[in-house]
Every structure is written in C-alpha cells, then in structure tokens.
C-alpha cells in the first residue's frame, strides 16, 4: 500500500504536467486557464450544495438518535473532492467531481467494506505487533487498570450499583 501511495504521488503531477502541455497545445494557454479557474468555481458549488445537503441529513438521523454513518463517508468523500479541486490540475478535477456522484462514493464504501471482511482493514500497533481492528479476528486484548492516588475520590455515576448515591456528582439530574 505504501509503494502504491508513493507511486501516486510521483505519477500524478507528472501526468497533470502532460495534460496541461497536451490542453495547451490544443486549445491555448488562455482557454486551458481559463478550464482550469471553471472547474474551481464549478466544484467549489459543488462542494457547497452537497456539504450543505450532507450536514442536513446528519442533523435529521442525530435528532433522531441515528448515528450518520453514511452522512460522514459522504463527508470524508467531499473533503477530498474539495482538496483534490483545489489542486491545479484535469487529472485531480476529474478525481474530484467523480467523487461528487453517489454511485462513485458507494462504489468505494462498498470495496472499504470488503476490504474490513478480509482482514485487509484498519490495525493498531500494539507492543510492536500489527492488530486488525475490523472485527475479522478474535484477538482479545487483556489489560489491568489500577486508579492511582491522584485519580481523587471515586463518585457514583447514575447506573453505578457499587454504593449509594453522592448528591455532589455532577451526573446527578435537578429534579
């Protein structure tokens, strides 16, 4: 993966250089410009309306008590449109707007998740040692929590069963 990243980042500009002499060649030096400030204006209204569409069916699945997991790929998704736009570039245009049509944005949520299933997804480090976060394996890890003395006095939380209520536990509701 980290090859693959590197070879982005080398292969890019480079392919973004020939666009711009092969447009220029083309059409001109002021047309391909004048391409280059369309595809800002266009994308950043882009980025405005779906963003904005986006912040609003999250507010609606929060007040209902659902969390926006869609809303905030979408999100992700958008982010990157708008930095990928912002880069001067055909190559990094067409990248973003594909990233503004929801078949593209489900398409790639739809390989993440296949990726999670085969064990192929995000991992921690661990005492030097890789650990696959996505639920794939049965990795349990087992740890000691001690409170020390600086922690301070312990306080009941409202479900706490281990002692009686502390009436200056800022949990504890006004009634």
């Not at 929060?62 to 001067?88: D, S, Y």
């Not at 990233?99 to 593209?104: D, G, K, N, S, Y």
């Not at 921690?124 to 794939?136: L, P, Q, R």
Request: hydrophobic fraction near 45%.
């Amino acid at each position: 993966m980290g090859l693959l990243l590197l070879i982005a980042f080398i292969a890019t500009p480079i392919a973004e250089i020939a666009l711009f002499i092969e447009a220029g060649d083309r059409f001109g030096l002021w047309p391909t410009l004048a391409a280059v400030v369309l595809t800002a204006i266009i994308g950043t209204t882009l980025l405005r309306w779906q963003g904005l569409a986006t912040w609003a069916r999250a507010t609606q699945n929060l007040q209902k008590g659902i969390f926006p997991v869609n809303e905030v790929f979408t999100g992700l998704c958008l982010i990157a449109a708008g930095a990928l736009l912002l880069t001067p570039g055909f190559l990094t245009d067409g990248i973003g707007f594909a990233l503004f049509l929801p078949p593209v944005r489900t398409a790639i949520q739809q390989l993440i998740k296949r990726m999670m299933k085969r064990g192929k997804g995000p991992q921690v480090w661990v005492n030097g040692e890789a650990v696959d976060v996505s639920g794939s394996n049965d990795t349990i890890i087992d740890g000691e929590f001690t409170p020390s003395e600086s922690d301070g006095p312990r306080k009941s939380l409202p479900n706490d069963v281990s002692g009686p209520p502390n009436d200056d536990s800022p949990w504890r509701k006004e009634r």
